[in-house]
């Protein structure tokens, strides 16, 4: 079955919190997202050039013109967080292992044009800004009344994950903990930690809006989606890995069903390879967060 349209744009989710959500074209483009109070604006989620970050600023200009006070990334991939620069004198906000990501993988311009060559242009004026503000597990912000929690579920997507949940308004931000419409990616991160994460969101987590890093808003069914296909590809993955089957192997024997319809279901050669990579004992441990 193809995947639906939605619109490109900023949209109001609750009072003055805005999800700035892209189309299906061009997944090289985040959502974002940003928060409007009395004493200021954050941003969640920098985009990744100039190009992509000078419209979201006029956009957010559109609603305020109250500073940024903060920009906080959901983790170190290069379209959540390489715009940080055009931000400052912001204070920049991620969990520490999202800066140690940062700093380890550098910003290498030749590997990013080939990567990207339609923005050959702006990468030349990169500079890597990694956060100047870590947390650990739990980081409340207080903006005007509004309580705003950066929650770093445990290895998921990547080692250094964070969601932004406003328990108010019951709206969660979550970065590519969620994927809708677009394969979800594990290079980076811990796929049996990453379903007891989405299983704990959709069990315990109070959660009625939901905007994920690639796709349209959502509620849980984000979550839900994610969670059944990561599932799928632990399941059919295992048995063949205790087979001594090859990746490629593993990958002609799973349906994907549905999810084949995703944008890049390619993906999977990648999310197979890191599962068996975890089955070997090759990855550093995963804790989940306790929710509720």
């Known amino acids: 079955m193809p995947i639906p349209s939605w619109k490109s744009g900023v949209q109001e989710i609750a009072e003055n919190v805005f999800a700035y959500v892209h189309s299906g074209v061009g997944w090289d483009i985040c959502n974002s997202g940003f928060i409007v109070e009395d004493d200021g604006v954050m941003v969640i989620d920098a985009m990744m050039v100039a190009s992509l970050v000078d419209p979201y600023i006029k956009e957010i ?39 140690e ?5 550098g910003a290498d311009i030749n590997l990013l044009s080939e990567r990207w060559p339609q923005y050959r242009e702006d990468w030349l004026k990169t500079q890597l800004t990694p956060a100047t503000v870590t947390y650990e597990d739990k980081m409340i912000v207080h903006m005007g009344g509004r309580v705003i929690e950066l929650l770093h579920p445990g290895p998921a997507h990547t080692y250094g994950d964070t969601m932004v949940y406003l328990p108010q308004e019951k709206v969660l931000f979550s970065g590519d ?3 809708h419409y677009l394969t979800p990616l594990a290079r980076d991160g811990h796929v049996s930690n990453w379903i007891k994460i989405t299983n704990g969101i959709l069990n315990h987590l109070d959660v009625t809006t939901l905007m994920p890093g690639h796709g349209p808003v959502s509620d849980k069914e984000a979550v839900g989606k994610t969670l059944k296909y990561l599932r799928l590809v632990k399941r059919t993955s295992r048995l063949h890995f205790d ?3 090859s990746a490629e192997e593993t990958c002609r024997a799973i349906r ?11 993906r999977i050669l990648i999310n197979v390879n890191r599962l068996f990579q975890e089955f070997r004992g090759e990855l550093p441990k995963a804790r989940a967060m306790r929710f509720g």
């Open 61 to 99: 200009r559109k609603v305020t013109n109250k500073p940024i006070r903060y920009v906080v990334n959901t983790h170190h991939h290069v379209d959540h967080s390489f715009g940080n620069q055009f931000y400052l004198p912001t204070e920049v906000v991620s969990h520490r292992g999202c800066r």
């Open 101 to 105: 990501a940062m700093l380890t993988r």
């Open 177 to 179: 903990v969620a994927f």
């Open 243 to 245: 087979r001594g089957s």
């Open 256 to 266: 994907l069903g549905e999810y084949a319809d995703w944008v890049e279901p390619e």
